[in-house]
């Protein structure tokens, strides 16, 4: 989002907004139809978009290219990006990237050879601290900047309209 805005400026907002309620629609309609799928259409698969694509929709190559594209993401979109978020700022503050790296991957490895019983301890320890950390400092920063909020919103708004012409 820092990206989008940076170079976007603020009317790249108004488009972050539209995507997330696209993503929102087509989420929601992906539970619905893997809902529908019947168990016995499972069968130890575990992917159930793939199974969807594949037999539901009677399209083998589309499930097929859903799988393999969510390989390529799941290395590069989900994991690169979140390390790289978390190795950027301590290594603004001297530390070396590499080992940053490896310190990660050390205590991810330690989360994820404890099984699913030691993944969802962390979550359900982790979570509402971040979430409380995240909507607290997001609050604050409106409030602080309570008498720029209209301003920025009209910012927005305009800058897409002109866009859109």
């Known amino acids: 989002m820092a990206i989008a805005l940076a170079t976007g400026g603020p009317g790249a907002l108004v488009w972050m907004w539209i995507m997330a309620f696209l993503g929102a629609a087509?989420?929601?309609?992906?539970?619905?139809l893997g809902v529908n799928i019947e168990k016995s259409?499972?069968?130890?698969?575990?992917?159930?978009?793939?199974?969807?694509?594949?037999?539901?929709i009677?399209?083998?190559?589309?499930?097929?290219?859903?799988?393999?594209?969510?390989?390529?993401?799941?290395?590069t979109v989900g994991n690169f990006a979140q390390v790289n978020s978390v190795v950027l700022p301590?290594?603004?503050?001297?530390?070396?990237?590499?080992?940053c790296g490896i310190f990660l991957a050390v205590l991810v490895g330690i989360v994820?050879?404890?099984?699913?019983q030691r993944i969802a301890k962390l979550a359900s320890f982790i979570v509402p601290?971040?979430?409380i950390l995240y909507?607290?400092?997001?609050?604050?920063?409106?409030?602080?900047?309570?008498?720029?909020?209209?301003?920025?919103?009209?910012?927005?708004?305009?800058?897409?309209?002109?866009?859109?012409?």
């Open 112 to 116: 994820m050879l404890g099984g699913i």
């Open 135 to 165: 909507l607290g400092t997001a609050s604050l920063i409106i409030l602080w900047n309570a008498d720029q909020v209209i301003l920025l919103l009209k910012q927005c708004f305009m800058l897409h309209l002109r866009m859109m012409r």
């Open 26 to 32: 087509i989420q929601f309609a992906s539970c619905v």
């Open 41 to 56: 259409m499972l069968k130890g698969n575990l992917s159930v978009a793939h199974v969807l694509l594949s037999r539901r």
């Open 90 to 99: 301590l290594t603004s503050m001297g530390l070396n990237p590499f080992l």
């Open 129 to 131: 601290f971040k979430a």
């Open 58 to 75: 009677k399209s083998p190559w589309l499930g097929i290219s859903f799988a393999v594209f969510a390989i390529f993401a799941s290395f």
